[in-house]
């Protein structure tokens, strides 16, 4: 391992955000990048754990101090062959993983210090792009077809892994490029649309056939196929069936995002069909990645204000003891978009949607408290009848997603990523589809 005892002597340095003022001028990445000494030194501060919790906390399984170590020492080619060992795709969860492996690192308990793993990884693979350690592999065919329906994080992993050991995948997608949410969900600014073209350039180029455009009805899959992986995700945002919710302005997040995405990628749209927040005073319920990304976006496209509510309470700063190491809540994050211009408000349940002339003007709010329960389980809301109205002539439901009901499937049918776990993280989706892939292998070198 490289320095023991580093972590003592070197503090963590995070690479940054671009300054405010500069990146709500535009849809470029926020994360600034730290030069290769920098980098090379945070890799230092890995204490090579005998029990490495980040190795546990972390979906894929990433053998983060392996890597940590030949990053040190300076062997990018070594770190990246065992980063890719078990990640297919590091440019993805380099820039948008919430780092469970961080929030496990020895040195986050003991200090809240933890090593920067998730922008290290991030360096490794621009590193194997840049010097060429990303080359096309042609896998010898094995005659056995499998289609891929759906090609965001899941499917992509399982199209990877089956034809990187000889199947000829087909991939599927009712959109029209492949990506999934990482495309038309997450905004370019946490999330460059070209890091997905230049990894999609080369499994193309390894054989994985792109049908794009295409609609499959899982009742009624494609025929000629020995296999098939739904990875469809969870389609269905979580709504609001409140009074007023037939009002003009009220918008699901992804219309908005998936849009503004579309828009950055050269698409029109007409003025009737733009869901766009300049000028206007936005409202955004749901205090999630897709609210933060809502935030980044309307703060981008103009807002005159942006409020965020959330139904549950702030969560505690720091370690919070109630929560049991090393388990973290996942939720009410903050996120670079939030310094960017919003006011965050908690525990505001919301009653009604009042409006005029048919369009939204505002949400009527009222305080909630939270009763913690005795026998340890869930804590109740109660209303406290103190209410208020939040003006806002847009407002995006970002409440979550349903878990889609599947039907039964037949033997040969395999589902990974959030089509299965319900809505989830990409590096969750990755792990479903490697284990999806490793499942549909076994099944196909039994027929
Ligand atoms: P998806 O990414 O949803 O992909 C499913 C694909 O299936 C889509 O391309 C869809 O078009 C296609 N499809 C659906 N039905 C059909 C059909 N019938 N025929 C053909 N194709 C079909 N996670 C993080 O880890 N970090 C983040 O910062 C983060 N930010 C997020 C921001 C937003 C706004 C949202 C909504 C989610 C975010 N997530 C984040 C969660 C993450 O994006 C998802 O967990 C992940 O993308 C799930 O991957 P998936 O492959 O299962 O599904």
Known sequence: MGDPRAFLNIARQEAGYRPVSERITDYSQVEQTLNTNSRKLQASRCMDCGVPFCHWACPIGNKQPEWQDALYRGKWKEAYEVLSSTCDFPEFTGRICPALCEKSCVLKLSCDQPVTIRENEAAIVEAAFREGYIQVKTPERNGKKVAVIGAGPAGLVVANQLNLKGYSVTLFDKDEAPGGLLRFGIPNFKLDKNVIDRRMKILAAEGIRFEMGVEIDVNHLPEGFDAYCICTGTPAARDLSIPGRELKGIHFALEMLAQQNRILAG?????????????????????????????????????????????????????????????????????????????????????????????????????????????????????????????????????????????????????????????????????GGRKAAAEIDTYLTKV
């Open 267 to 431: 698409q029109t749209f007409p003025k009737d069909k733009l869901v766009n927040a300049k000028g206007k005073k936005v409202l955004v319920i749901g205090g999630g990645d897709t609210g933060s990304d809502c935030i980044g976006t309307s703060v981008r496209q103009g807002a005159v204000s942006v409020t965020q509510i959330e139904i549950m309470p702030k969560p505690p700063v720091g370690y919070n003891p109630a929560t049991p190491w090393p388990q973290w809540p996942v939720v009410f994050k903050t996120t670079s978009s939030h310094e960017e211009g919003c006011t965050r408000r908690w525990c505001l349940a919301s009653n009604q949607f009042l409006g005029k002339n048919g369009k939204v003007t505002g949400v009527e709010v009222e305080e909630v408290e939270w009763i913690p329960a005795t026998d340890g389980g869930r804590s109740t809301m109660k209303p406290t009848g103190k209410k208020e109205v939040i003006e806002a002539d847009m407002v995006l439901l970002a409440m979550g997603f349903l878990k889609p009901e599947q039907p039964k499937f037949a033997e040969n049918v395999f589902l990974a990523g959030d089509a299965d776990t319900g809505a989830s993280l990409v590096v969750r989706a990755m792990a």
